[in-house]
């Protein structure tokens, strides 16, 4: 058995996948793993963007709607500055707020024809 230093035994040799010391900045990218990186992380931000478009406009299309009890519900599930549902969704001291559409807000939205982005 090897000495155990801080708790933690000695081991001679853990497998690591490359993509993880990729990530922790352990070792250098090769020339077409930056390429591929700088691919991956253009796309991500169209993703991003073209999401947030439709949910820009998913925003305006729910906040034109003035029936009056659709109205209510809508302003109970209002978006907060966290993009988290304001309303009742959530319940007890450890429970998360939902992101912003909750399903109420997708419920209301797909009755009156309004796309949100998946
Ligand atoms: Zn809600």
């Known amino acids: 058995m090897r000495p155990i230093e801080f708790g933690v035994m000695r081991s001679g040799f853990v497998p690591v996948p490359r993509e993880v010391l990729l ?12 390429e591929q990186a700088e691919r991956d992380a253009a796309q991500s931000r169209k993703r991003q ?6 949910l820009e406009a998913a925003r305006r299309a729910l906040a034109e709607i003035s029936d009056p009890l659709t109205r209510a519900i ?4 209002a978006e907060d500055e966290r993009h988290e549902c304001a309303g009742d969704d959530f319940d007890g ?4 707020r ?17 796309g949100l982005p998946s």
């Open 23 to 34: 990530d922790a900045g352990a070792i250098e990218p090769t020339a077409e793993e930056r």
């Open 74 to 77: 809508l302003d109970l599930h």
């Open 93 to 96: 001291y450890e429970s998360e």
């Open 49 to 54: 963007a073209e999401r947030e478009q439709r």
């Open 98 to 114: 939902p992101d912003w559409p909750c399903r109420t807000v997708e419920v209301v939205a797909a009755h009156h024809g309004i």
